[in-house]
Structures are given as C-alpha cells and as structure tokens.
C-alpha cells in the first residue's frame, strides 16, 4: 500500500521551474542517474513515447531542464536551473532526446541511457504527479523505488554467494532485499552501509560494481511503515473515541508515517509556510523573465485593489493577487513550494494565506492550516492522482481546491466534519477539468484555473460552515475523479494537443516564444 508523506507527496517540493511533474521529477530522475554513474557521465541518451506527454512537452514545460540539473547532482531550487544545458555542454557531457515507441502505459515515462569510458547503465522512470516519481527498471532489471531511501546496488556474477554473505553477516538487520535477481542484489536503508562494509563487499568473488544511490525525497520511508488512517473514513473511525481536530491528526499520520516528533512535523510545515509567503511578497513586488507569456499582472491588482477601483469582496480579491502573485513567481523561476503541483501552487497557498491574512489569524494558526491541507491531499494521493498528464487539471487545480476548502473552513473556526463536507463539495466542482496549456507553458489558462479552484474552495468553506449538504462521502468523490480522469481523452491532458493549446492564437504564441528562444540560443 502507497502510504504518502505530506511533505513528499502533496506540500512540496521546494523548486523552481513551471511544472513539478516535468520539472521537479525529472531532476530527481536525473539525480539517480548521476549517483549510478558515480557523477561521471559523457553521453546520455533520451527516449520519449510519442503517446506519452513528454514528446511534445518535454523542452517547454521543464522536464529537458530538469533532467539536465539532476544529471549534474544540483537541487530542484538551484538558482543555475534555467541555464542548466549550458552547464551540462561546459561539463562536456553530450545527449540527444529521441521519440520512439516504448511500449510503456504511463504518460510521463523517461527511458535514460548513461555512458562513460567505463560502463553503461540505463534507468527507466514515471513522473507520478507532483514531482513525485518511480524508478521502474534498472539495467534491465524490474524495481520499484520512490527515491525515499538510501539505495545500495551490488553487481555480481554470482547472486547467490553474495546472499549467503548478506545473511551471516547481521547486515540485514538495518536494510530490506529489493531486489535479489537479475545482475545485482538492491537493498534499501535509511542510511548507507557502513564504508568498511562496502569494501568487504567489493572484495566477494563475483562483485563487479557496488553503487550507491541517495535519496531524492526529504522525508524517508521507514523499515516497516504503518500509518493510522490511509481514507478519511478510517480516519474518522480513528478519531472515534479521541476527539482530536483535523490539524492533531495530520500531525499524528506524519510522525507515524516518516517516524518523527511531532514537534519535528509542525516545524517543517512552517518552513513551507515561510517560502510560500515570500513567494507572495515577491510576486507582488514585480517578477521579470524573458520565456514567459504573461507578466506580472498581481501587481496593478494589488494597486488598484488598495484604491478601491474593483469590485468589494476584501476575501476574495486578497485570495486572487496571492494566487495571482505564486503563480508569477513560478512562471519567472523563482523558488514556490509544489502543493500539490507546480501548476496548481498558487490555488491552496493563495487561498489558505489569503484567508488566513485577511482574518488576521497567527503563523501557527496557518501552520495548522497548511497541515491539514496536506492530509486532505494524502487521501488524494493515496488513492488518485495529482498528475495531469493521467487526470486533467482536475487532479492538480482541483485537488489543491480540495485542500484548501478543508484548510479555510479550520481557519474560520469550523468543525472537522464542516471541513471534510467543504473538501467534497470542492472537488465534486472540480470534475472533469481538462489540461490545455496554451504556448506549451504552464501558465495560461493555469492560473485562471488557480483563481477560479482557490474561488471556489472559499464558496464551498462558507457553504460547509452554512451546513450545506455534501452528499457524497469525500472518498468515494476522490474515487471518482481519478475514474474520470481516465476517461478525458489524452489530447486534453497536458499533451499541448487539444482544448486551448491548439487554438490559432494558441499556435501564434507557441512559434513566438520558440522563435525567440532559438535566436537567444544562436
């Protein structure tokens, strides 16, 4: 069972680039191909799918950038990022990006092939939503790893003999068996085997190679992991006999999930709480960048909001400049926090804060806030997707809507079960959204719809708070969008071929930006 953490899954990363699940996973991806080369790489090779989202998104929305960043072992918030293949030339490492039939099912699937003078490996991963990701193959070999644990991988002629030491040794009682067939053993900690060790392994009859790989996660996945709760049925019956509010039981699932102090999960969320308030200060003072569409729009909102120049509705317009504000920072590289996505990171920041501001509540207040967002979107994760490329926007501006309808109802003092009926009406409003970026950049129609899902996560916290009947339980409505997303068809899923992407002022923009961009490069 996928037991996702708050800060790995739904409230994170911290990055920059326009799109966590092409951006922010693709440089994970590439920082497990540059721990597998030991950070010696000369020639890599990329495949595409050509019925998968990256062939036609891959150089605009990030994942070229991304990956490129990773291969040189940086972080998803390194400033260098836009300048990212420059520095892979000046590192003299060589690739080319190929479309050809993969034969894989998911849309965001990355089949890499490194080389150097001395060995050649090749990893073939998916982008899972929201900068998360899953190694699937290594060198031929089947895997399944998340990137949330410190990865050994011991190569031998003979598996066999290096089982029978692993056993004897005691070492096992500190790592899991991953994998214990094919060309090498895997196994998996949450710390790297002692040195010593390592050498004792190199010098086994039959070991060619031992690799290590670090984790690209920040929270690591335990040993043996149990959490409380996985649905928000089980969590109510959980909470049964406790009483606890929704904010002590994000709190509770996290510790339990990432085994640590509660303490430790609280501090984290407001560190997350700190970047997304400077990207709303920074926004709102005016961002620059020249490979964008639009420019910094919240700025003359906030002017002529103070002036009084629109319509009243202190809240709501408060909740649109923040919006507004995230996503311009985003869009010109700046750091943002992906919660849930990088194109859905201004809908639950901007809504959350914008609420939290204008009802002049406490950091802490909105700490809690924040949380209980993040578990709003464990649920989602656990049993649907944040990744448009597999559901639609539905999935990322619908489910960042659903998290901060729960969140805003908290802020205005409601009750647990007001905040659960908040998050199911938000997200029944959200069925069906499509993913058609227009330029093949995550901006426009994106932050209309961050607008419009922050909008209406405020419209359903006041309809919850007013006793508004949900009707369908908050499961079976996150059920239901993850079947729905299945059925929009992929030339609506963030593939720049249908919808808005394709409309002849569409197309205009997209040759514009591609034109300056090549005479910029020249």
Same mark, same amino acid.
Request: charged share 15%.
């Given at each position: 069972m996928n037991y996702p953490s708050i800060f790995n899954d739904v409230v994170g990363p911290v990055m920059r680039g326009p799109s966590s699940s092409h951006c922010a996973a693709a440089l994970r991806i590439g920082r497990i191909c540059h721990d597998l080369m030991n950070g010696r790489i000369s020639e890599i090779i990329i495949d595409f799918d050509p019925n998968g989202s990256l062939a036609t998104t891959h150089k605009e929305q990030g994942s070229d950038m991304g990956l490129f960043g990773g291969f040189l072992g940086w972080e998803a918030y390194d400033e260098r990022l836009v300048q990212s293949e420059m520095h892979l030339g000046a590192a003299g490492i060589k690739f080319e990006i190929n479309i050809k039939d993969l034969k894989y099912d998911h849309p965001n699937t990355y089949q890499i092939t490194l080389k150097n003078p001395w060995e050649t490996h090749q990893v073939i991963a998916n982008s899972t939503g929201g900068g998360m990701i899953e190694v699937i193959e290594i060198d031929g070999v089947k895997v399944s790893l998340a990137g949330d644990k410190f990865v050994t991988l011991i190569y031998s002629s003979d598996l066999q003999k290096l089982n029978n030491y692993l056993l004897q040794s005691g070492i096992l009682e500190d790592v899991e068996f991953h994998v214990e067939k094919g060309y090498f053993l895997a196994l998996t900690s949450q710390a790297f085997l002692n040195e010593s060790i390592i050498e004792e392994l190199k010098e086994i009859e039959g070991v060619s190679q031992v690799?290590?790989?670090?984790?690209?996660?920040?929270? @690591?996945?335990?040993?043996?992991?149990? &959490?409380?709760?996985?649905?928000?049925?089980?969590? @109510?019956?959980?909470?049964?006999d406790k009483n606890l509010s929704l904010w002590e039981l994000a709190v509770k699932y996290e510790s339990m999930r990432g085994n640590i102090p509660e303490h430790e999960v609280l501090s984290k969320m407001n560190e997350i709480r700190i970047i997304l308030k400077n990207a709303v200060e920074t926004g709102l003072k005016g961002t620059e960048f020249e490979d964008r569409i639009l420019g910094p729009q919240s700025v003359n909102f906030k002017s002529m909001m103070e002036e009084?120049?629109?319509?009243?509705?202190?809240?709501?317009?408060?909740?649109? +400049?923040?919006?507004?504000?995230?996503?311009?920072?985003?869009?010109? +590289?700046?750091?943002?926090?992906?919660?849930?996505?990088?194109?859905?990171?201004?809908? +639950?920041?901007?809504? &959350? @804060?914008?609420?939290a501001d204008s009802l002049g509540l406490s950091d802490e207040e909105t700490v809690k806030a924040l949380m209980i967002a993040g578990l709003i979107g464990v649920f989602i994760a656990a049993h649907s997707t944040f990744a448009a490329e597999v559901g639609g926007c539905q999935a990322e501006c619908g489910s960042g809507s659903t998290m901060a309808a729960a969140a805003i109802v908290s802020l205005a003092g409601g009750t647990l079960n007001q905040s659960i009926s908040a998050a199911s009406m938000a997200l029944q409003s959200s069925l069906g959204m499509i993913c058609d970026p227009i330029g093949n950049r995550v901006e426009a129609p994106c932050l209309n719809k961050n607008v419009m899902a922050a909008s209406n996560a405020l419209s359903c916290s006041n309809m919850a708070l007013a006793s508004y009947d949900h009707l369908i339980p908050l499961d079976e409505v996150i059920e239901t969008m993850y079947e729905v997303g299945k059925s929009i068809p992929n030339t609506l899923r963030c593939t720049n071929l249908g919808g808005l992407s394709i409309t002849k002022t569409a197309k205009e923009i997209e040759a514009r930006l591609t034109q300056k961009h090549f005479y910029k490069s020249c």
């Open positions: 690799k290590q790989i670090k984790p690209v996660l920040p929270i @690591l996945a335990g040993k043996n992991i149990t &959490v409380p709760f996985i649905t928000c049925d089980e969590m @109510l019956a959980y909470n049964k009084k120049k629109l319509i009243d509705g202190d809240v709501l317009n408060r909740i649109i +400049m923040y919006v507004s504000a995230i996503m311009e920072v985003k869009s010109s +590289m700046g750091v943002i926090v992906a919660a849930p996505t990088a194109g859905s990171c201004g809908a +639950m920041p901007g809504a &959350v @804060l914008g609420v």
